[in-house]
């Protein structure tokens, strides 16, 4: 008994040290790399706006999805990107993450021409190295909340691109903190992703955006 109480106790370290060194070492690498303002962020000809669904299961509007679009489009009215790549899951004919995203984007005012889909971003890992490998960003301003664009600078760091990101606003309450929690271990998995070098579930055809 008292040894499986020391293995328990053993094991239970390890997974609190594993998810302290996933956080420390995504933070570091984001560090100073998000902005809040956008007269403060640095130009890029790219965006990557990073999808999500537009609705929650009740039917309202996902306002994770709400804020990206909002943050997507004073962006691009401010002049600090050129065009959006918009990353998302289209895994099956009903769900399509990067068009519905289009359309809202053109609703903002942002030029359909100035807009790029990304089909394969099935995970945040994949949007990223999609993004360079396919559309050919070595630099790139992500788009989303700062918990996720920390994440993702973190990825980018790894595969050599120049990335910073936009905070699109947060989400408090129930569901803001739901999201949180399940970043804990996102940050866990990136960190195994890295480690084993995981590669984006495709690839494809290299898309030109105009420099």
Known sequence: MRKLLKFGLMLSLLVVAVIFVSNVY??????????????????????????????VSNGNTNLFYKFRIEAAIELYKAGKVNYIIVSGDNGTQYYDEPTTF???????????????LDYAGFRTLDSVIRCKEIFGQESVTIISQQFHN??????????????????????????????????????????????????????????????
């Open 102 to 116: 289009k359309e809202d984007l053109i609703k903002g005012g942002i030029p359909s021409e100035n807009i790029f």
């Open 150 to 211: 920390e994440r993702a600078i973190a990825i980018a760091s790894a595969k050599n691109i120049e990335a910073i990101g936009y905070n699109a606003k947060n989400v408090g309450g129930r569901s803001g903190k739901k999201v949180k929690i399940r970043e804990v271990f996102a940050r866990v998995k990136l960190s195994l992703d890295l480690l084993f070098n995981k590669k984006a579930k495709f690839l494809g055809d290299k898309i030109i955006i105009p420099s």
């Open 26 to 55: 995504v933070e570091r690498k984001a560090k100073n790399k998000t902005y809040n303002k956008v007269s403060n962020i640095p130009h890029n000809n790219v965006g990557l706006v990073l999808g999500t669904s537009k609705y």
